[in-house]
């Protein structure tokens, strides 16, 4: 009796988690298969300021917008913050913390990563564009 258990359970899992789909890599310089056409792209969820602005450039250039959303106010998920309007002070603090180690709760792994290459004076920037969203 308890082999049967055993089976159902790994029948379970295995049904959980089977592939969903497949990728094919073709060789390098080998034509492409005829592929049906893509769907379009979904709308991005607000457009960015001017890029002349150079906080907006950066936080452009950094990939902010991928988490935060290209206004900084609309989140690809709940559990990540919106940080536009914050006061700029309190999101250089945040981001600073973070890339110091300081701050390690949350998502801030994700975070970590990002801003390890990203100077002081450019998270200031981008603060200081944040908070005026």
Known sequence: MGSTAVA???DDV???IKPVGEV???AP???APAAAPAAPAAAPAAPAAASSDPGAALYAAKGC???HGADGKTTIM????KIAGQSAEYTLAQMKDIKSGTRSNGQSAVMKG???GVSDEDLKTIAEWLSKQ
């Open 114 to 116: 990002i801003v390890a």
């Open 65 to 67: 917008g991928a988490c």
């Open 8 to 10: 159902v359970a790994e």
């Open 78 to 81: 709940d559990t990540y913050p």
């Open 14 to 16: 295995a049904a959980r």
């Open 29 to 31: 310089g080998a034509a």
């Open 24 to 26: 094919k890599v073709a």
